[in-house]
């Protein structure tokens, strides 16, 4: 079999290895073979095929791979792996199979795969800070959680403080002496907190030092250097939109439609995007229309919107805000403009 008449290759992706599928331009397989999931045997195999396209999944070794394989000079299409359930409901599923399947969509149409686009290594690197970061902070949760049920479940339960202070608060506690060993559970979330707190003075490192766009976005209320530091480095060029409000549907921030002829129903949103980000513009609502939110356009537009009542009144008004913050932001990044909490958004359709 000829290599040289490759044209789209499937690669599906595992820990050890990679199987691969090469079609020719006929849509004829050509090729079949595995190999190492490493840098170097990637380079070695994959050097000899400038100009074709190769398709594979989104997945851990996704990022670092589709950047060696564009240095290399082939056309990579990442794809969503929502868009390919030929894969994932296949009655007959092999790796073989997977790179084959991957291999003919990308050959009838990449768009259909709604491709993703990595971002760069430097990106990535302060994303993986900030993913840390995040699990330390559910860690803590879950040790908060258990201490609070527990002493609950005797009778004795503890008083209500913050996240970062609960370890303080609790150390000399009296309704720990209940339960044996609470003290060194309470030190192990002492030690979280040290942690948490490390990872803080970071991404505020990052936000100065890296990214000082993020002090633009900062501007507004609720905005803080975890949620600029994540909008950056997601989004990582604000040119890829033509308009700020394509913000909202790349992040997940829109209802689904599944309209059939009179029927409209009221549908959720379909969480796709980024989810650390999706989830710090959320929190950062919750904060724009908690008790503690200044008077803003943003949170105008939010109280009005739960207003209306209704079974999902908040929480439509929650997603609401989320999305409007981020066209806030994109708008903020892109103009350098200086934020006006009350009759920005006017300002800015004059301008547009």
Same mark, same amino acid.
């Given at each position: ?125 302060? $994303? ?89 976005? $900062? ?134």
């Amino acid at each position: 079999m000829d290599e040289r008449n490759a044209r789209v290759i499937g690669l599906d992706q595992g820990d050890r290895f990679s199987h691969l599928c090469v079609l020719n331009a006929e849509g004829a397989v050509v090729l079949r073979d595995r190999v190492r999931t490493t840098r170097e045997a990637y380079r070695r195999r994959f050097a000899a095929w400038p100009g074709c396209r190769v398709v594979l999944e989104v997945g851990t070794h996704s990022p670092w791979s589709s950047r060696l394989l564009g240095e290399l000079g082939l056309e990579v299409v990442v794809a969503n792996p929502r868009r390919v359930k030929l894969i994932s409901q296949a009655e007959r599923k092999t790796d073989r199979v997977d790179a084959e399947t991957l291999a003919r969509l990308g050959r009838v149409d990449p768009q259909l795969l709604a491709p993703i686009r990595h971002g760069s290594e430097a990106m990535q690197r302060d $994303r993986a800070s900030l993913r840390l970061r995040e699990g330390l902070v559910r860690s803590r949760t879950r040790l908060i959680q258990q201490a609070r049920g527990v002493c609950k479940a005797l009778g004795a339960p503890l008083p209500a403080c913050s996240a970062g202070s609960f370890a303080r608060r609790m150390k000399n506690a009296a309704e720990l002496a209940l339960v044996p060993g609470m003290a060194r559970f309470i030190e192990e979330i002492e030690q979280l907190c040290a942690a948490i707190r490390a990872f803080d003075r970071d991404v505020e490192h990052a936000c100065a030092q890296r990214h000082p766009v993020t002090a633009q976005l $900062r501007q507004v209320a609720g905005v803080g250097p975890i949620t600029a530091l994540a909008y950056v480095v997601t989004l990582e060029d604000p040119t890829r939109f033509a308009k700020s409000r394509e913000v909202g549907p790349f992040l997940g921030l829109v209802p689904r439609a599944h309209s059939s002829g009179e029927r409209q129903p009221e549908l959720g949103i379909p969480h796709r995007g980024d989810v650390l980000l999706r989830r710090c513009l959320v929190q950062a609502a919750h904060y724009v229309l908690g008790p503690f939110g200044p008077d803003t356009e943003l949170r105008r537009v939010g109280l009005a919107i739960a207003a209306r009542g209704g079974q999902r009144a908040k929480k439509r008004a929650v997603i609401a805000v989320a999305r409007r913050l981020a066209v806030l932001l994109h708008r903020l990044w892109v103009t350098g403009e200086t934020y006006q909490p009350i009759g920005y958004r006017h300002r800015a359709a004059r301008a547009a």
